[in-house]
């Protein structure tokens, strides 16, 4: 099936925006992602976050506060719930490839399946693979870089390098396909659009509001975007990011699952 995507992949049109340009000479798409990443996470990186989901479903916007413990080299990581007041206390623990939530009203702890990583998470627009990071676009993907895009959608003027991910055989990966914008300069993401194996385009991830952080020109405004669900939108807001942090090994154990409400 993966073999199959692959060549409807090369089949497709470039993504929507400008006409691309050629790449520069000696400019290697994985490099390009992994710089991304290295962005984006560093190898350690501790956040408070505030995330607010929009949908017509809601009379108010769902406004939910976090933080969370990334170890990207370990390939683990620890989220807990801040509020509202009836998800305090709430954790999520991925230590690859398993994850768990623990539900601090009725102090239960479950492992979710890999089945249910695609599925929202915390009634947001993301999955619960996109919070925990389930699967890595490093190690996960093969990478192409398609060009240079000198006006990226929703940075008009900022150019940036848009490079494709196309997930690996056997890769535990929920998407059929990804395409990235990535500031050319100090590579922070921009954008990414998310297809599924059929080639449809789901969902598009918006990320502004960059400023320097510890050398890193870091995104500080994250939006997820479904393109089947009309009026649907999910805001994260950084308020703290900490990068190249010491954590504590009991962060990242079932027991701190069960921490103090």
Do not use: C
């Not at 290295?38 to 406004?63: F, N």
């Not at 929202?120 to 990071?133: E, R």
Request: glycine share 6%; no cysteine.
């Amino acid at each position: 099936m993966r073999k199959l995507l692959l060549v409807l992949v090369l089949l497709m049109p470039a993504p929507a925006g400008a006409e691309l340009e050629p790449s520069p000479p000696g400019a290697d798409a994985r490099e390009i992602a992994r710089l991304q990443e290295d962005v984006l996470r560093g190898d350690r990186a501790y956040m408070e976050a505030t995330m607010t989901v929009v949908s017509p479903r809601l009379p108010t916007p769902r406004v939910v506060r976090l933080q969370s413990w990334d170890d990207r080299l370990g390939k683990r990581s620890f989220i807990r719930i801040l509020a509202p007041a009836k998800d305090e206390g709430n954790g999520f623990l991925m230590k690859r490839p398993n994850l768990w939530m623990y539900v601090a009203r009725v102090e239960r702890t479950m492992r979710i399946p890999p089945s249910m990583m695609l599925q929202s998470w915390m009634g947001s627009d993301f999955t619960n693979d996109d919070l925990v990071k389930q699967s890595s676009q490093l190690d996960d993907y093969d990478h192409k870089l398609l060009g240079v895009d000198p006006a990226t959608p929703g940075h008009e003027g900022v150019r940036a390098y848009v490079v494709e991910f196309i997930p690996h055989e056997d890769a535990p990966v929920v998407w059929g396909r990804i395409v990235s914008w990535i500031e050319i300069e100090h590579y922070t993401p921009l954008r990414q659009e998310f297809y599924d194996e059929d080639g449809a385009k789901l969902r598009v991830f918006e990320l502004g509001d960059i400023r320097e952080v510890q050398g890193r020109y870091f995104p500080h405004v994250w939006s997820m975007v479904p393109l089947e669900k009309p009026g649907h939108r999910t805001t994260i807001e950084m308020r703290e990011i900490r990068f190249d942090e010491i954590f504590d090994e009991r962060i990242f154990s079932t027991r701190n699952l069960k921490g103090t409400r």
